[in-house]
Nanobody, 114 residues
Framework: QVQLAESGGGLVQPGGSLRLSCAASGITFSRYHMAWYRQAPGKQRELVARIFSGGGTNYVDSVKGRFTISRDNAKNTVYLQMNSLNPDDTAVYYC????????WGQGTQVTVSS
């Protein structure tokens, strides 16, 4: 049974930081391309950052220079370090894994507000 378990969301003030984690089980993690998506109320889900099995990364323009995606294959975990958060980053953040099949986590809420 495949599980992607996100954690680390919460309420943070503008300018603050959060680190999201996604622990995977039931898959050969190192083979999977991993990504973080987010969905704000009334908006479509969008790709935020992706890290390929080989370690390459890409980001949506709005988070470049503020967010960093990384992975630890020994821990079957992908991370999203989010700095300089602003209210536009408020959304449910989802972990995504894709290789031969694709899987989603249940999401974690990030709220940026004073």
């Amino acid at each position: 049974q495949v599980q992607l378990a996100e954690s680390g969301g919460g309420l943070v003030q503008p300018g603050g930081s959060l680190r999201l984690s996604c622990a995977a089980s039931g898959i050969t993690f190192s083979r999977y391309h991993m990504a973080w998506y987010r969905q704000a109320p009334g908006k479509q889900r969008e790709l935020v950052a992706r890290i390929f099995s080989g370690g390459g990364t890409n980001y949506v323009d709005s988070v470049k220079g503020r967010f960093t995606i990384s992975r630890d294959n020994a821990k079957n975990t992908v991370y999203l370090q989010m700095n300089s958060l602003n209210p536009d980053d408020t959304a449910v953040y989802y972990c995504h894994a894709i290789y031969l099949s694709a899987y989603w986590g249940q999401g974690t809420q990030v709220t940026v507000s004073s």
